[in-house]
């Protein structure tokens, strides 16, 4: 989805760097999320918004932290990146006027830590 | 906590073949979504399923809510090779009757299709 942007779209990066993911949406969506996928253990949580004033861990939040600075926007920061932390990266949302929440999802960013 | 299971992870077939992916949630779901993400590309949402027994058709795929809330499959008539990519089922995170606005997927289950 269009509507759904992640910059940047790849990224390589060294052991103990700090990395910023960004992720804007155009849909006017009030709930974000940050998942990593890896080989055969699906998208997992890292974390989510309600609203600007709203986040919260995910199951795989260590390591990891966000900041909502608009509802449009959503950026995930890995502080001191380890190489256990290369995956794909994807920003969702998602609406509460939505009956059963279903997600939009950015189209990913590759991250390998060398 | 809740978890979402999905089998088989990958599955291998020849054109023209069928193909079912099964999900199945240590707890009962209120609904449950399935995606599908081609192969470099990010995961689209296909579809949910609400009521027990569901049962809902997009052209050649079928999607089934088992009776008890818990389990799900997906079904390919005779596969073709736009449909590779990996199929995920997500099922919405809830206690005592309360959501929490999130979603735990499945594992996903990886489909080639061989011309």
């Known amino acids: 989805d269009a509507d759904v942007t992640q910059t940047p779209r790849n990224r390589i990066t060294k052991t103990g760097k700090r990395i910023m993911l960004e992720c804007s949406q155009t849909?006017?969506?009030?709930?974000m999320y940050w998942y990593r996928q890896d080989p055969g253990l699906g998208l997992r949580l890292i974390y989510y918004?309600?609203?600007?004033?709203?986040?919260n861990k995910g199951e795989i939040s260590d390591g990891y932290s966000v900041s909502r600075q608009a509802q449009a926007k959503f950026s995930l920061s890995l502080e001191s990146a380890i190489p256990n932390q290369t995956a794909l990266y994807f920003c969702?949302?998602?609406?509460?006027?939505?009956?059963?929440?279903?997600?939009?999802f950015g189209p990913g960013t590759r991250l390998t830590v060398l | 906590g809740q978890q979402v299971m999905q089998i088989p992870q990958y599955q291998h077939v020849q054109e023209g073949e069928d193909f079912t992916t099964y999900c199945n949630s240590s707890?009962?779901?209120?609904?449950i979504q399935w995606y599908k993400q081609r192969p470099g590309g990010h995961p689209v949402f296909l579809i949910q399923l609400v009521k027990s027994g569901e049962v809902k058709k997009q052209k050649r795929l079928t999607f089934q809510f088992g009776e008890a809330k818990k389990n799900s499959s997906l079904h390919i008539t005779a596969t073709q090779t736009t449909d590779v990519g990996t199929y995920f089922c997500a099922g919405p995170v809830s206690a005592g009757g309360t959501s929490y606005g999130k979603l735990t997927f499945g594992q996903g289950t990886i489909l080639t299709v061989h011309p």
């Open positions: 969702a949302t998602s609406s509460r006027a939505f009956s059963y929440n279903e997600q939009f």
């Open positions: 707890t009962t779901l209120s609904n």
């Open positions: 849909k006017g969506h009030d709930r």
């Open positions: 918004s309600f609203d600007v004033k709203d986040i």
